[in-house]
């Protein structure tokens, strides 16, 4: 098992950058993949990117070239450099892991940015 602790959200102008990060309470070198995701209100939950032991990533086409999500494996932890921000990236934004068939997901931290 893992918990998941999400820092780094609040408010911010639109053009600006923002740095989430993801804390987890063991060692995550083993943990297959790890990721963000995000829900704005009365939207679903979505995949807004998500990365590999072996430091593969996967981004969403609305965040590509926005956004770098990077892993720690040392330090337990991830994070999400955020650059470009829109109104549209407002949500509260979940750390995710999973592995061997497990899912685990933070709190959740919220993301707003403002025209």
């Excluded at 829900?39 to 032991?53: D, M, N, S």
């Amino acid at each position: 098992q893992v918990q998941l602790v999400e820092s780094g959200g609040g408010l911010v102008q639109a053009g600006r950058s923002l740095t989430l990060s993801c804390a987890a309470s063991r060692s995550i070198f083993s943990i297959r993949t790890m990721g963000w995701y995000r829900q704005a209100p009365g939207k679903q939950r979505e995949l807004v990117a998500e990365i590999t032991t072996g430091g593969v990533t996967n981004y969403a086409d609305s965040v590509k070239g926005r956004f770098t999500l990077s892993r720690d494996n040392v330090k337990n932890t991830m994070s999400l450099q955020m650059n470009s921000l829109k109104p549209e990236d407002t949500a509260v934004y979940y750390c995710r892991a999973s592995t061997l068939g497990y899912v685990y997901w933070g709190q959740g931290t919220q993301v707003t940015v403002s025209s």
